[in-house]
């Protein structure tokens, strides 16, 4: 899919964002309930846990996730986000769609529901948003010492 801008401007701030993924994150039909439970920016994208629960309390079924023990699942959502012209836009993903991005808090992640396939998008993912929060965190004036010359 494609980004959606909002041409109003009514998208201004962090908070106007936060406040924009919360609303996109947190809606209700007939059969299902979704609720954002955290949502993190690193750089210009969002990344949130939303759950999803049945409203008449029955156990969610899914074929990516394992249901959890209250009969709810949390996914990964993805945000892409950009100003064009001081319109804000975004283009949204699941993490089983596959998303380049992997800047995922370790604390958002902790909240998602267990995966049934290990060799799932969704898995490759979360195990890449590990791989960076290990990136030691390197100040200014820091030494490293390198395993081998650089030539």
């Known amino acids: 899919m494609g980004w959606l801008f909002y041409t109003d401007r009514r998208v201004k701030s962090y908070a106007d964002e936060k406040a924009e993924i919360t609303r996109l994150c947190t809606f209700d039909t007939d059969t299902r309930k979704t ?10 994208t969002w990344y949130a846990a939303a759950r999803v629960t049945i409203v008449d309390g029955s156990p969610v079924e899914d074929a990516t996730y394992v249901t959890d023990e209250d009969g709810s699942i949390t996914f990964a ?15 949204d993903m699941e993490e089983s769609a596959g998303p380049v991005e992997a800047r995922a ?16 998008y969704a898995y ?8 960076w929060a290990a990136i030691p965190d390197y100040g200014e004036g820091d030494r490293i010492k390198l395993a081998a010359p650089v030539t």
Do not use: H, I, M, N
């Open 105 to 120: 808090p370790l604390g958002l992640l902790a909240l998602l529901s267990e995966l049934k396939d290990p060799d799932s």
């Open 124 to 131: 490759a993912w979360r195990q890449r948003c590990r791989d």
């Open 35 to 44: 609720v954002l439970l955290k949502a993190s920016k690193v750089g210009s």
């Open 77 to 91: 959502a993805v945000f892409l986000t950009r100003y064009d012209e001081g319109c804000w836009g975004y283009k």
